[in-house]
């Protein structure tokens, strides 16, 4: 059975061989695509979590956020539209085109985040936060459901990585920048915090506008002319190509319509549950570490508040680098559990040397561990979602489920890290850790499943995904 496998797998890896026409297309995706998108993804990502850094910036003081539960409700109710939205906003982008949609919610966004510098009290701040969460809930799964229409399974990771790698880096140089603008106190008559929310919204509002004229459509799609340059993205050669090589990979090339009754069927399948799950789980450390980290650096390890934002760069700049180096792995042996695994280990590692050692200079060293292993999971999780199931709307639904899931991991971060537990937080500490062990007995389990239900469509008993020929990727 070993080798029957093995065979099949070099069928596959033979079907999607690329010639260099083809190679050339891919190019042309990449360097459109990618930056584009990951840009103002990571932009939005600091409009999301600038808030640990204008509090220290002075926020704390001038809306009292202090008192009682004001900050974990601040930062949670973001959530709560974002997951709320997703899944309708994934099925507008397929009616309205992500060159028009996506750049539409982020200059909507833009402007609201700049409100946020202007807010007098607290409960402002929290309807500010909750627009935000309805404008931004289309963008991460619709990037997330555009990449995937675009690329075959065994080349997705590497650009899943890609695409958060930058975002990835501006979380963590957003510090520096929220550092930078803080600095600016006091000019204009605005505290440190109020420049923060207002250059850092206006700078996303710039990316919308430019997004108008550099996001493209679904590849069915390509060859129509764009709003603004009026030109196509692709020939309609290219287009064939392009649809042609995703079609052999997993034959949804074409979009399928969607019906209720067809949104019911998809939610039965509870892998796309289970995906859900686990990117909660990955994204309780991921947040955690975005919303906590320099209030932990500042108040548990006593770095002064500037210190505090700059040490909290160089993590994120070893978790793009190890991101993407789990990627490659990843692609190049066609494997997703394994490194899931890895990554969820050294994740444990880390933040167990952060809450359980008492040296400070192994304790930051924790950080490193902790921010690579939960964030390089991020590309890793979606990819062992999009590698498993078949199906152009499957996958919006499966995309808007996941990313809900995650958005709930960032409600449980910001509940689990209390104000009584401060500054060392070790009950949260003890929860990021036990999220970590869940997800690896998760996807061990997989182990087992796939294999088991890949040996039977070998056998001819079941046809996996409706796909004749499709195998679960372990």
């Given at each position: 059975?070993k ?26 995706i ?21 808030l ?26 973001f ?108 000019k204009g ?15 996303t ?18 060859t ?15 287009s ?31 892998k ?37 934002q ?6 994120y ?8 180096c789990?990627?490659w ?14 990554n ?45 199931i078949v ?9 808007a ?10 409600i449980?971060?910001?509940?689990i ?27 061990g ?6 294999s ?12 996996l ?8 990727t372990l």
């Amino acid at each position: 059975m070993k080798v029957k496998d093995s065979e099949a797998e070099q069928r596959e890896h033979e079907e999607v061989k690329d010639d260099n026409e083809t190679r050339r297309i891919i190019r042309k995706i990449d360097l459109r695509l990618l930056p584009t998108l990951a840009v103002i993804y990571a932009f939005a990502l600091i409009d999301r979590v600038n808030l640990p850094n204008a509090r220290i910036a002075g926020m704390d003081e001038d809306l009292g956020l202090s008192i009682g539960s004001r900050y974990s409700i601040l930062t949670m109710i973001f959530f709560i539209p974002y997951i709320i939205f997703q899944f309708p906003a994934n099925i507008v982008i397929r009616k309205l085109g992500p060159a028009v949609w996506l750049p539409s919610l982020v200059v909507a966004w833009g402007a609201v985040s700049i409100g946020m510098g202007f807010v007098t009290d607290w409960t402002q701040a929290v309807g500010c936060r909750i627009i935000l969460g309805i404008l931004e809930a289309g963008y991460y799964p619709g990037c997330v459901f555009l990449l995937s229409c675009w690329y075959v399974r065994f080349e997705i990771q590497k650009r899943f990585s890609a695409f958060y790698l930058l975002a990835l880096l501006a979380s963590g140089f957003s510090n520096i920048l929220a550092w930078g603008l803080s600095e600016l106190k006091g000019k204009g008559g605005l505290n440190g915090w109020q420049w923060i929310f207002a250059i850092e919204g206006a700078i996303t509002i710039v990316l919308g506008f430019l997004g108008y004229a550099t996001i493209v459509d679904f590849p069915d799609k390509a060859t129509k002319p764009s709003l603004v340059t009026r030109k196509p993205f692709l020939t309609a050669r290219q287009s064939e190509i392009i649809l042609a090589r995703i079609q052999r990979d997993r034959g949804d090339a074409v979009v399928d319509t969607l019906t209720w009754k067809k949104i019911l069927f998809h939610l039965r399948d509870w892998k796309i549950w289970e995906f859900a799950w686990l990117y909660f789980l990955n994204n309780v450390v991921a947040y955690s570490f975005g919303y906590f980290l320099p209030i932990i650096l500042r108040n548990d390890m006593g770095y002064s508040v500037a210190m505090s934002q700059i040490l909290s760069f160089p993590p994120y700049v070893v978790a793009a680098v190890w991101m993407f180096c789990t990627a490659w792995v990843a692609d190049r042996y066609r494997k997703r559990g394994a490194v899931i695994i890895f990554n969820c280990a050294t994740a444990i590692i880390g933040v167990c040397m952060m809450a359980y050692v008492e040296n400070e200079d192994a304790r930051y060293a924790g950080v490193f561990l902790g921010v690579s292993g939960a964030n390089s999971n991020v590309p890793s999780l979606l990819s062992y979602m999009h590698n498993n199931i078949v199906g152009q709307m499957k996958r919006s639904i499966a995309s808007a489920l996941l990313i809900g899931g995650g958005a709930c991991g960032g409600i449980a971060a910001a509940n689990i890290f209390r104000e009584q537990d401060a500054p060392e937080y070790v009950p949260a500490m003890a929860v990021v850790i036990a999220t970590q062990a869940l997800t690896i007995l998760h996807v061990g389990k997989n182990f087992w499943f796939y294999s088991r239900a890949n040996r039977r469509a070998e056998r001819g008993e079941i046809v996996l995904e409706g796909q004749v020929g499709f195998r679960q990727t372990l």
